[in-house]
């Protein structure tokens, strides 16, 4: 394994500081994207870049989405040969205690996801937590696979070189549907996922990117697509479902 960061930045300039700050000890390469952000916030990612060599910096010139920033960054590991990513969100609401576990599962897992799912306290807002259990059953409903626990942490371990053939050769929702996209599709593509528990808070002085009437737009798409994609892939799925299910029985 030759691991790396991936940090997605969009309006957390103020948070990405302390985010790089837990991350430094591991030595590891840490490639931040900046999402077409503005000159406050692009100011403030330049400033943690330039104080930091283990930081590579990839900026996009226009806002595009996680998604579009996830493949610049995934495609810039690839060029550094780095053979799994590991994204995390820049606004600081993950458990980064939790990293050294999930670096050790992707050792033991090396072809799989290493995908967290939240552990929430008292800061998450009700309605967050609804949607993303409709969301996460959509998801297992869509793959044919129980494995999947959680489709919208931003805290996983990917390899690289299946996540860049799924994003090479099949068109991605660009922003919140991203998350949803991508683990369903590499679970389509034979990808096995296990999924660990990770402690995520929600500050109430924290940013936001989530819209909801755009981004439930985006996800009420993206699963739309997924629904055909899973008819076209219906054998296929059924064979690993079958499979998967008789193996936990052993």
């Not at 309006?11 to 591991?26: D, S």
């Not at 922003?175 to 808070?201: C, E, F, K, L, N």
Request: net charge neutral; with cysteine.
């Amino acid at each position: 394994m030759n691991p790396g960061f991936v940090i997605p930045v969009y309006n957390h300039g103020k948070t990405l500081e302390l985010v790089i700050g837990q991350l430094l000890p591991y030595a590891f390469p840490i490639i931040v994207v900046d999402d077409g952000n503005d000159e406050e916030n692009k100011a403030e990612i330049e400033a943690v870049a330039a104080a930091h060599h283990e930081v590579v910096l990839v900026s996009r010139p226009k806002n595009g989405g996680k998604g579009k920033a996830m493949n610049d960054g995934v495609h810039k590991a690839a060029e550094l040969g780095i053979t799994h990513v590991f994204q995390i969100d820049s606004d600081g609401q993950h458990d980064a205690a939790r990293i050294p576990f999930f670096l050790a599962e992707s050792e033991k897992h090396p072809d799989a996801i290493i995908c967290g799912y939240p552990e929430y306290d008292e800061s998450v807002p009700e309605q967050r937590r609804k949607g993303r259990e409709i969301s996460n059953y959509w998801a297992r409903f869509v793959a044919l696979n129980r494995e999947i626990k959680d489709v919208l942490c931003g805290f996983r371990v990917y390899p690289v070189a299946p996540y860049i053939r799924v994003i090479d050769h099949q068109l991605l929702d660009g922003r919140m549907g991203y998350d949803v996209d991508i683990i369903v599709r590499m679970s389509w593509a034979g990808v096995h996922i296990y999924s660990y528990s990770v402690h995520v808070t929600y500050p109430k002085d924290g940013v936001s990117n989530f819209h909801v009437i755009r981004d439930n737009l985006h996800i009420a798409g993206t699963f739309s697509r997924l629904c055909i994609g899973m008819i076209l892939r219906l054998p296929v799925l059924i064979c690993r479902a079958v499979r998967r299910s008789r193996n936990s029985e052993r």
